[in-house]
């Protein structure tokens, strides 16, 4: 079947803004996620948007959600260190309860 | 906040043990679930419950089993170990939909 899909490296200097990009397989998501995994540790819900939205803003973070062609991007502003984790997208899966992950952005932050 | 906590960061087996991974959330979900992460491959389903004593399979069920005896907590259970279920385990939980809430993971490796 379709995955999600997300490119799987991204390296940007400290202060730049980085972008991350997602395609999803299923036009009737009602909620589409970005979670955030850090070095040995679980991942951390960062933020999520709900599909009759195009646009979720959250401090640094902004979530832009094109339903036509099934893409989902996420902007973090002003790029620090403490931001190099690897980045998941994430939508519903067919049974309603799991998620289904992309394989994950690792984002490298350099000074 | 939400928090989901598994038994152990870290664990070391021999092939051929019964391994009991447990987790435990604090936020009274409905669900929970269990993945498994691996370089390359990203997250992967292996069980999800829905409800007390409720099962159900993921995409990688074969040498794993689960309980759910009571609501708070969900156990995984690798009957019998083997060297390729070395990885790192991801218990999360979630209510109507609104994302998934991740433990620590525990990082399991089978000599």
């Known amino acids: 079947g379709e995955d999600v899909e997300q490119s799987l490296f991204l390296s940007v200097r400290e202060g730049d803004s980085s972008v991350i990009n997602c395609t999803y397989t299923?036009?009737?998501?009602?909620?589409l996620y970005w979670y955030k995994q850090e070095p040995g540790a679980g991942l951390q819900l960062l933020t999520y948007?709900?599909?009759?939205?195009d646009m979720k803003q959250d401090q640094r973070l902004t979530v832009l959600l094109n339903k036509k062609d099934k893409h989902l991007s996420l902007r973090i502003a002003d790029t620090q260190t403490g931001d190099s984790a690897i980045y998941f997208c994430a939508e519903p899966s067919n049974s309603g309860y799991a998620l289904n992950f992309g394989k994950g952005t690792s984002l490298l932050v350099t000074p | 906040d939400v928090k989901v906590t598994q038994s152990s960061r870290y664990l070391v087996k021999r092939t051929g043990e019964k391994v009991f991974l447990e987790c435990v959330q604090d936020m009274d979900h409905e669900n929970m679930f269990w993945y498994r992460q691996d370089p390359g491959l990203g997250l992967r389903l292996i069980y999800f419950s829905y409800d007390v004593k409720m099962k159900e399979k993921g995409d990688i069920p074969e040498g794993y089993s689960v309980s759910r005896e009571k609501k708070e907590r969900f156990s995984l259970i690798l009957e019998s170990a083997s060297t390729n279920q070395t990885s790192m385990y991801l218990c999360?939980?979630?209510?109507?939909?609104?994302?998934?809430?991740f433990g620590q993971g525990t990082r399991l490796t089978v000599v």
């Open positions: 948007i709900f599909s009759n939205m």
């Open positions: 299923d036009s009737s998501s009602t909620y």
């Open positions: 999360a939980s979630s209510s109507q939909g609104l994302g998934a809430f």
